[in-house]
């Protein structure tokens, strides 16, 4: 396959004319009794993925509608060629609701319910030959020229060094102007790692309904802390942040910001929705690294930029995440976690610009197929940001 | 010493640099930011990616990186001091101090 020109890559046309970079069939449980299972497929039936996680039942309100529309947004996600809704039966969150939800994008979607199947056994053999014709359907997809103004690139930064700020964030923020410039779209996240950071977004808001959203999500983020009595820095600067020598969220917040680059900011959108515009855009989510990875992939995010100081190995079923180093002696002690090093930055050997063009071309190399490491690795991290108790 | 060791300094009127790499304690270092220059005696070691404060910092006040406010002082910081968790308190998202005096 060629090499596409700048701003160019090799997708998956869908039936709702979004473009995807990866062809999975995804085996999604829809209930944490049926993880198991879902498991076990993706163990008999290559070409598909599935994940791991604790909920779907006695869940109401705000909270259900959340996870709702995670499940509902994987299954969407454009990188999915098509999913099997796994259910157990008796569960709040009905697969038949979830798959007529993921239905909606045209795709192929079926369901199997361990109860209505006779069991576990009965209901893996169902779910395993409903996946092994759609694998042998979407193998025979081509991949087609696509364009940058297709893509929703996801930013996010975890394990962070003092470097973050200055280096790689830095960075990313030049791949984030350039992915607009593109008519693509870029999220940013991580609203905790914001507080400190709002103003210097809100100033870039499109508009003063957007500048009041940004300081409404901050304010209700900061209350959290509140109505717990706690001390935000008990969990955030976390210990491997305050020992690469960051001292508080603000500080931290203001290297995370980096990473929206300098273009204005179109909206600010709920935790897994899809972005209604083009341009830099807003996700609610917590700075919780697998929270809002699942967050921006189940809002259509097809990749994401994570950078990290620390080390990570952080990646998701069925989006490519690319890792970025904010230093060189992380990225040469953990070369098999990280796929860029945007040390050279520290090292006075490379400039912002000329890293953020080499993500840029990276992104296009991923998006028509290059595999990152987390995805050799398989490491399908998923966690959705609850908002309520269970009942 | 005649060595230069690698800092950074991200905004003018900031009250700290970072050190690119460890930095013995005792060591001089020279710190520029577009108008502005320091030449300061390291009173602490300064590991990697740590900040070492540039000016004198008064308790109470305010510690600027990036051009904007990281946390406060919580206690006198000379120059040359390693700023950190010790003498450098966020004010952001503190739930621990509600209900007390404002």
Known sequence: ?391 | MGEAYKTVMMKPHDKVAVALEPIPAGAEVSVVCEDRSFHITLSDPIEFGHKFAVVAIRQGEDILKYGEVIGVATREIGPGEHVHIHNLEGKRGRGDRLGEAR
Not at chain 1, 31 to 39: E, H, N, S, V
Not at chain 1, 357 to 370: D, H, I, N, T
């Open chain 1, 1 to 391: 396959m060629a090499k596409p020109d700048s701003g160019k890559f090799w997708g998956y046309r869908r039936p709702d004319g979004r473009v995807g970079v990866r062809n999975h069939v995804l085996i999604l449980p829809t209930i944490t009794c049926a993880t198991q299972a879902a498991r076990q497929i993706t163990e008999l039936v290559q070409g598909t993925v599935s994940f791991i996680h604790q909920h779907g039942c006695a869940q109401v309100g705000v909270d259900y509608e959340q996870t709702f529309r995670t499940y509902a947004g994987m299954g969407a996600n454009p990188n999915v060629y098509g999913v099997v809704v796994l259910g157990l039966g008796c569960e709040t969150h009905q697969a038949r609701s979830v798959a007529g939800e993921i239905a909606k994008t045209g795709k192929p979607v079926e369901v199997v319910s361990i109860q209505d199947h006779g069991g576990t056994l009965l209901a893996i053999a169902q779910g395993a030959k409903i996946a092994a014709r759609m694998v042998q359907d979407a193998s025979i997809l081509q991949r087609e020229l696509c364009d940058f103004s297709e893509l929703i690139v996801g930013t996010e930064c975890g394990g962070s060094d003092a470097c973050s700020g200055l280096s790689a964030n830095p960075a990313v923020g030049v791949v984030s102007d350039l992915i607009v410039d593109h008519g693509g779209t870029s999220i940013l996240a991580e609203t905790t790692e914001l507080i400190g950071a709002e103003h210097l977004l809100a100033e870039r808001a499109v508009d003063e309904k957007v500048a009041k959203r940004v300081y409404e999500v901050i304010k209700a983020m900061e209350d959290r802390a509140f109505l717990m009595g706690v001390d935000i820095r008990t969990g955030n600067p976390s210990p491997g942040n305050i020992k690469g020598g960051l001292s508080s969220l603000e500080e931290k917040s203001l290297g995370a910001a980096n990473k929206a680059g300098s273009r204005p900011l179109q909206e600010l959108i709920d935790y897994a929705q899809t972005p209604s515009k083009k341009g830099l855009v807003w996700m609610d989510t917590p700075g919780h690294d697998i929270e809002q990875l699942t967050g921006m992939v189940a809002g259509g995010a097809q990749v994401v930029l994570f950078t990290t100081g620390r080390g990570t190995p952080t990646g998701s079923p069925i989006a490519p995440v690319i890792k970025i180093a904010t230093n060189s002696a992380i990225f040469a002690k953990m070369e098999d976690n990280i796929d860029v090093n945007a040390g050279t930055i520290i090292d006075g050997t490379e400039s912002i610009q000329a890293v953020g063009r080499r993500l840029f071309e990276e992104v296009a190399q991923v998006a028509s197929g290059k595999l990152t490491k987390a995805e050799i690795l398989k490491q399908h991290d998923f966690g959705i940001w609850r908002i309520g108790p269970t009942f």
